[in-house]
């Protein structure tokens, strides 16, 4: 769901808020030699008589204080790093290096990359094959208002449990879902973080972004149905109402829902979902609030980078801290297990009748997830046949070790690598009652 709108226990509903913004194409810059007074983000080419450029680096971390952040074996040896201005010179002295460039930005014309795939680094993904054929080929599934048609979508099938007989997308909000998942990179458009990975459009929503859960059910049902089609091991579902998790599969509270996702689940299918938007406990929203999901909380990002301090575009929220409409679990509580978080702040997608557009809400936050799923799995990281709870610990675990340190520790030294935001688990933020509010690290797509 985006916006405001995750209200009622019978009716989902999607809300689409945000305004359509233009492409900021950037300039690309050829690789000068460092100087002092630099940005403090170089990269450090090692002469081809090194044999480990890992070691090299490591050692460089421990002696000049460097943060590293990519290790080079094959085009060229090296790493790239944030580095203390006043080590750069006695770093270039070492006789193991061969030069030091600053690192400048650089990005495509004629492609738009997303914000959002920028920040969790879908862009760095080994995975990223940039052929627009269908790269990637874990199978997702995207239960919403339908997706597609849309040339940067790779449409494998569907099923419509809604009005008609079309899974085409008569709304746009599953649209966009699934250009984030895994629009082609084709240099058109823009690129998801999963590029080309095959799309199953699941229609539960009507063309005014309305369901229900028989409907929503009914797109479970179908997924989990691998008589009809190849099992499908990713399924997003950015939609939602208010409920509650018994702890036993809906057997106890009478949830139909909850026990379709439990056996799909035990089927195979890993359920990525939006955590809600009504700024509370997600414990009070389903399906985000069961334990068999990951739930995508959302935080607000403007330039694709770490950091803060980006001026905001199509809302008001602070640059690299929680949506302000984002839900969120009770540190220390049930739901802290199976929760993460994934920029859901004016993210530009594909949308209806081949257009574009920007959105914002949860709903925007977990295909990011979703989309980084299917890059772990076909990456091999995440081994295929895992059980889905395995795959929700990897996913967590990894994100965590991404971000390695707290906002505040970036921001007294700058050489200190930061991937997280300002409300992470290392940077927490207490909430009006005393407890701490849990949004999950940030997801990653860079380790796959």
Request: hydrophobic share 35%; charged share 15%.
């Amino acid at each position: 769901m985006t916006g405001t709108d995750m209200r009622a226990p019978s009716v989902v509903r999607v809300a689409l808020t945000g305004v359509v913004t233009a492409a900021i194409t950037l300039t690309c810059f050829a690789g000068a030699e460092a100087k002092p007074g630099g940005n403090g983000r170089y990269i450090v080419v090692l002469k081809d008589s090194v044999a480990d450029a890992r070691r090299v680096a490591n050692e460089h971390a421990r002696g000049f204080g460097v943060g590293v952040r990519h290790i080079y074996q094959h085009a060229l040896k090296g790493y790239s790093a944030v580095i203390p201005n006043d080590r750069v010179a006695a770093l270039r002295r070492d006789s193991r290096v061969d030069f030091i460039s600053e690192d400048r930005p650089v990005q495509a014309v004629a492609q738009a990359l997303p914000t959002g795939v920028n920040r969790i680094e879908g862009d760095k993904s080994s995975q990223v094959a940039g052929n627009g054929s269908g790269s990637t080929s874990v199978r997702v599934a995207v239960i919403d208002s339908g997706s597609g048609p849309h040339t940067d979508l790779n449409i494998a099938g569907g099923k419509n449990c809604s009005t008609g007989s079309s899974y085409s997308d008569g709304n746009g909000h599953g649209t966009h879902v699934a250009g984030t998942v895994g629009a082609r990179d084709n240099g058109a458009g823009v690129v998801g973080v999963a590029p080309g990975a095959p799309i199953y459009s699941v229609r539960v929503l009507n063309n005014y972004g309305s369901g229900s859960w028989s409907t929503v059910i009914c797109g479970v049902d179908w997924v989990t149905n691998t008589s009809l089609h190849p099992r499908i091991p990713v399924a997003n579902m950015s939609l939602g109402g208010s409920g509650w998790d018994d702890g036993n599969c809906g057997n106890s509270n009478n949830d139909a829902l909850h026990r379709a996702i439990c056996r799909s689940v035990a089927a195979g299918t890993t359920y990525v979902v939006a955590a809600g938007n009504q700024g509370s406990d997600l414990a009070g929203s389903v399906p985000a609030s069961y334990d068999e999901v990951l739930a995508a909380t959302a935080i607000a990002d403007f330039n694709g980078r770490p950091g803060g301090g980006a001026a905001a575009t199509c809302r008001s929220d602070v640059d690299e801290t929680p949506a302000d409409f984002s839900n969120y679990a009770s540190a220390g509580g049930p739901d802290e297990s199976h929760t993460i978080a994934a920029p859901g702040v004016c993210i530009r997608s594909t949308y209806k009748s081949g257009t574009y557009k920007t959105i914002s809400g949860t709903s925007m936050a977990s295909p990011h997830v979703a989309g980084t799923l299917a890059l772990c799995l076909h990456s091999g990281a995440c081994a295929p046949g895992s059980a889905p709870s395995a795959l929700i610990s990897k996913i967590r675990s990894d994100s965590a070790a991404y971000s390695e340190n707290s906002y505040a520790a970036h921001a007294a030294n700058p050489a200190v690598p930061y991937f997280g935001f300002q409300g992470d688990p290392k940077s927490p933020i207490a909430g009006s009652n005393g407890v701490t509010l849990y949004y999950g690290y940030l997801a990653s797509a860079d380790n796959y």
